[in-house]
T-cell receptor
Framework: RKEVEQDPGPFNVPEGATVAFNCTYS??????FFWYRQDCRKEPKLLMS???SGNEDGRFTAQLNRASQYISLLIRDSKLSDSATYLC????????????FGSGTRLSIRP | DTGVSQDPRHKITKRGQNVTFRCDPI?????LYWYRQTLGQGPEFLTY????????KSRLLSDRFSAERPKGSFSTLEIQRTEQGDSAMYLC??????????????FGSGTQLSVL
């Protein structure tokens, strides 16, 4: 089993729709969580951190469920510019090698 | 601007050649990471520096790979005797935090390596 798993997608949704995807992790001792966005042939860019209390930034909401060991990302009122791959990142501890990236979920927003 | 510059952006080489990539953080950051990313996968950890000390290496880093950070500022990643399987995006990242568990990584634009 992979340490961090994501549905690869693609998720193909119309503009204005709400879309959500999850990321599961296996290390129950994981301490911090993030969502990154990556455009085609570009570097990953930090989208938002994920806190136990949830985190909202405009149209984006991230949640953490420690009991079930998953994090989620919800995008409301999706825009064409939201089309990208969304990578979840789990930091399993103080070791640098414990920062684990998921394989990403591809999202495509159609007009 | 993430504050990390990588050079070159693209590198095409023949199998068996050596290649070297460079990562330049714009300002001083004591933590610097190298990752490798292949198509359809997330970045995979290669190695990590705190200042000039290389503190961690992944098992992905075979003896053909070496990384340095001689003065604790820029870093280089060298691949000797390249193989086709080395074709990937090589990403450098820094953090702005000071050792907390909340390590937010900021990536350079990467070097895309193609081994023919």
């Amino acid at each position: 089993r992979k340490e961090v798993e994501q549905d690869p997608g693609p998720f193909n949704v119309p503009e204005g729709a709400t879309v959500a995807f999850n990321c599961t992790y296996s290390n129950s001792a994981s301490q911090s969580f993030f969502w990154y966005r990556q455009d085609c042939r570009k570097e990953p860019k930090l989208l938002m951190s994920v806190y136990s209390s949830g985190n909202e930034d405009g149209r984006f909401t991230a949640q953490l469920n420690r009991a079930s060991q998953y994090i989620s990302l919800l995008i409301r009122d999706s825009k064409l510019s939201d089309s990208a791959t969304y990578l979840c990142v789990v930091n399993g501890g103080s070791s640098a090698s414990k920062i684990i990236f998921g394989s990403g979920t591809r999202l495509s927003i159609r007009p | 601007d993430t504050g990390v510059s990588q050079d070159p952006r693209h590198k095409i080489t023949k199998r068996g050649q050596n290649v070297t990539f460079r990562c330049d953080p714009i300002s001083e950051h004591n933590r610097l990471y190298w990752y490798r990313q292949t198509l359809g996968q997330g970045p995979e950890f290669l190695t990590y520096f705190q200042n000039e000390a290389q503190l961690e290496k992944s098992r992905l880093l075979s003896d053909r790979f070496s990384a340095e950070r001689p003065k604790g500022s820029f870093s280089t990643l060298e691949i000797q005797r390249t193989e086709q399987g080395d074709s990937a995006m090589y990403l450098c990242a820094i953090t702005h935090s000071q050792g907390s568990v909340d390590e937010k990584l900021f990536f350079g634009s990467g070097t895309q390596l193609s081994v023919l």
